[in-house]
């Protein structure tokens, strides 16, 4: 018997080899799709984090240069943070600066303005500036450390993790009315 070389392919190789190319396929775009799923994640992640550095830098950067900084609100409460400090967001040489929740809005907003914040009304508001930041808001807490020369920022928004900040601000003491009744050092009757 005579063998004739082969040609060309049977049909149930043909068939098998489409099967394997679906099947190779499906796989492909499985792993395709998890990869822009997973994508779009880390791309939102990515976002927040961005937008939450923002956030922290932007208090960071009123509270390092504030001469006056007053907190407010009992431990329950959300903190009102009152400042005058040499950051701006809006040209105003050393503006008064407010960090607060807005009831209303569930919103933390920054007030800016050449006025303090117990000054600003309807008549006057021309002299503000009011940043308002987009995500709801729960928690807004500044706490101050005993010895005065820390503040802890607490911030959690609707649905993430909190934002915990520590950060190094001595804070002005008082000042003593009897410091300027002492006799100096110096004088015979300070020395002894």
């Not at 240069?65 to 609100?73: D, L």
């Not at 006025?115 to 807490?141: D, G, V």
Request: contains cysteine; positive net charge; hydrophobic residues 45%.
């Amino acid at each position: 018997m005579n063998h004739m070389p082969r040609r060309a392919f049977t049909l149930i190789e043909l068939v098998l080899s489409i099967f394997l190319l679906g099947i190779i396929v499906y796989f492909l775009y499985s792993a395709v799709a998890n990869l822009q799923k997973s994508n779009k994640l880390f791309f939102k992640k990515s976002q927040s984090a961005f937008f939450d550095q923002r956030l922290l830098s932007m208090i960071q950067k009123d509270l390092f240069f504030a001469t006056k900084i007053s907190i407010s609100g009992t431990s329950r409460e959300n903190s009102f943070v009152d400042m005058q400090t040499a950051n701006s967001l809006f040209d105003i040489d050393y503006p008064y600066v407010t960090w607060f929740i807005k009831p209303d809005l569930k919103k933390l907003v920054r007030f800016e303005s050449t006025l303090p914040f117990s000054k600003m009304n309807a008549q006057n508001s021309a002299w503000y500036h009011m940043s308002i930041i987009p995500k709801e808001c729960e928690i807004f807490k500044v706490y101050q450390s005993k010895k005065k020369a820390h503040l802890l920022i607490y911030i959690q928004f609707k649905g993430e993790a909190p934002l915990v900040y520590e950060f190094f601000k001595p804070m002005t003491p008082a000042v003593d009315k009897n410091a300027t009744k002492r006799k100096p050092a110096n004088s015979p009757a300070g020395r002894r």
